[in-house]
T-cell receptor, first 115, second 108 residues
Framework: NAGVMQNPRHLVRRRGQEARLRCSPM?????VYWYRQLPEEGLKFMVY????????ESGMPKERFSAEFPKEGPSILRIQQVVRGDSAAYFC?????????????FGPGTRLTVL | KNEVEQSPQNLTAQEGEFITINCSYS?????LHWLQQHPGGGIVSLFM???GKKKHGRLIATINIQEKHSSLHITASHPRDSAVYIC??????????FGTGTRLQVFP
C-alpha cells in the first residue's frame, strides 16, 4: 500500500530553466495539495487540486508557477524560468475527500536548488 | 500577524521528561492537525482534531474550541522524539494554515 510519492526527491536547476515536480497521491485519493517550505521558514499553502480541477490556487505566485492534476497520472507542479528564490522544499499531500476533516498524507518532498 | 501561533519556538528536554507544545489560533476552525517533521525533512501527520482529546502511544493532543487553543503532549520523552512539531489549522476552506513550528531536542 504505497504512500504519497514525489519525484524527483532532489532537483537542481540553473536560473532560467524549468522545474517539474511530480506527486502521485495515495491509491484512491483524488485530492492533492502542494505546499512550499522556504529555507528556515514554515510551510505555506500553494494550491489545491482535484482530478482535472484547480480548486484553490490562492497561494501560487502569479507568474511562472502552474499546477495540474490530470485524469490519469501524477499531479505536476511546474515552475518556469526558475530563480534563486524558488529554492525550497516542495511537499504534496493527498486525501481521499475534501471538507477539511480528513487526514492529509504527506509525500517526502522535492528539494529544489536553483544555482 | 500569523493566524496560528506556536510556543515555544525551541524546546530542549532530558530523556524521560513530560513535554507540552502549545498552539493558538485566531478564529473558528473546522479542524486542527499536529504534524511532525524529522531532520531529514519528511512530514508525518500525528493527529487531526476537531474537539476533545486524542491519544496515540506516548502522544496526547487536546483542543479547546472555546479558547481556540490546542496542546500536544509527549510523555516519557525520548531522543527519537527530536523533531519539529507543527500545528496546522483549517479555517473555512480546505487548505492548511501552518504555525511556525516548535523545534524539540531531547537529550539522553
Amino acid at each position: 500500500n504505497a504512500g504519497v510519492m514525489q519525484n524527483p526527491r532532489h532537483l537542481v536547476r540553473r536560473r532560467g530553466q524549468e522545474a517539474r515536480l511530480r506527486c502521485s497521491p495515495m491509491k484512491g485519493h483524488s485530492h492533492v495539495y502542494w505546499y512550499r517550505q522556504l529555507p528556515e521558514e514554515g510551510l505555506k499553502f500553494m494550491v489545491y487540486l482535484q482530478k482535472e480541477n484547480i480548486i484553490d490556487e490562492s497561494g501560487m505566485p502569479k507568474e511562472r508557477f502552474s499546477a495540474e492534476f490530470p485524469k490519469e497520472g501524477p499531479s505536476i507542479l511546474r515552475i518556469q524560468q526558475v530563480v534563486r528564490g524558488d529554492s525550497a522544499a516542495y511537499f504534496c499531500a493527498s486525501l481521499g475527500q475534501g471538507g477539511g476533516t480528513d487526514t492529509q498524507y504527506f509525500g517526502p518532498g522535492t528539494r529544489l536548488t536553483v544555482l | 500577524k500569523n493566524e496560528v501561533e506556536q510556543s515555544p519556538q525551541n524546546l530542549t528536554a532530558q530523556e524521560g521528561e513530560f513535554i507540552t507544545i502549545n498552539c493558538s489560533y485566531s478564529v473558528g476552525i473546522s479542524a486542527l492537525h499536529w504534524l511532525q517533521q524529522h531532520p531529514g525533512g519528511g512530514i508525518v501527520s500525528l493527529f487531526m482534531l476537531s474537539s476533545g482529546k486524542k491519544k496515540h502511544g506516548r502522544l496526547i493532543a487536546t483542543i479547546n474550541i472555546q479558547e481556540k487553543h490546542s496542546s500536544l503532549h509527549i510523555t516519557a520523552s525520548h531522543p527519537r522524539d527530536s523533531a519539529v512539531y507543527i500545528c496546522a489549522v483549517i479555517f473555512n476552506t480546505d487548505k492548511l494554515i501552518f504555525g511556525t513550528g516548535t523545534r524539540l531536542q531531547v537529550f539522553p
